[in-house]
């Protein structure tokens, strides 16, 4: 079961306004709400039922009973570890830099982990395993991560490539056709490099994989199956380290999925890479 209220708190901003009012109740009242009817939450909140079941929509969930489940699921972590995502401090000891950067990168996980709906990462799964050609693009610190998932693939013999450069981007994504997948990684959504490549292959019919923070951009709005991974404070100068790891966790779970669904061949696949590389 995914955590409830990490998954609110996450999807807060993209919420309309009066579903807001009731995320908002319900983070400042997350025991009470276990026991409460919609209609009481509802009437509490001065909205109707309606909007707390477009709310749950709105957040992936199926519905006010599975909303609950997932929030009374998620409360024996209340107090585990802090919210706070620690900055970095110019003063800071060696003792302090491992222990919020092991924090940052744990909570980055862990919030992601909220944002996962299984069906989704299934029919991403499963394009991927079909697909002619897997293209990952990606600029920056997500340039990293595209690399990771080119590589993993290679080891079982899936036909994948990292494009990191805007113009290698646009003339590749020009040959795909609906046989290929395009798996575009950027955590604001926002990048127009991968926006220009997105357009050019979506018009080819090239199904989309989007991997973006948890939050309404164009990236995500292009693309016929959406990731996501878990959203920093925007003032955590750290913030690209943290997100990099999220979606390195998104990218591991795709390739151990992907390598499951053909585990006998991804197996011989992975012996022969090994021994190559070791007898070399």
């Known amino acids: 079961m995914f955590n409830g209220m990490e998954r609110i708190k996450q999807g807060l901003s993209t919420l309309r306004p009066s579903?807001?009012?009731?995320?908002?109740?319900?983070?400042?009242?997350?025991?009470?709400i276990l026991d409460m009817p919609i209609a009481q939450l509802a009437k509490n909140t001065k909205t109707s039922e309606a909007t707390i079941i477009r709310m749950c929509r709105s957040l992936h969930i199926k519905g006010f009973r599975e909303l609950k489940l997932s929030i009374s699921a998620s409360a024996n972590q209340d107090g585990i570890t802090t919210d706070r995502y620690e900055d970095i401090a110019a003063d800071a000891n060696l003792s302090q830099i491992i222990k919020f950067i092991s924090h940052n990168n744990y909570r980055s996980i862990e919030s992601t982990l909220a944002l996962i709906d299984e069906d989704i990462m299934d029919k991403a799964i499963d394009k991927l395993d079909h697909a002619r050609k897997i293209v990952v693009i990606g600029v920056g610190a997500s340039a990293i991560v595209a690399f990771d998932f080119e590589q993993k693939c290679k080891r079982i013999n899936k036909w994948c490539e990292a494009l990191t450069d805007s113009h290698t981007q646009l003339t590749s994504a020009v040959h795909l056709d609906d046989r290929d997948v395009v798996l575009a990684i950027s955590y604001s959504g926002e990048t127009k490099e991968i926006i220009d490549t997105v357009k050019i292959a979506k018009k080819n019919n090239a199904n989309i994989i989007s991997l973006t923070g948890y939050s309404s951009n164009t990236v995500q709005k292009l693309a016929n199956v959406n990731l996501y991974a878990s959203p920093l404070e925007k003032s955590i100068r750290s913030g690209a380290t943290a997100s990099r790891i999220a979606q390195l966790n998104i990218v591991d779970i795709l390739f151990t999925g992907l390598a499951s669904l053909n585990f006998e061949q991804s197996v011989d696949f992975l012996d022969k890479t090994r021994e190559v590389i070791q007898n070399r």
């Open 19 to 32: 579903e807001q009012k009731v995320a908002n109740y319900i983070i400042n009242n997350s025991k009470a």
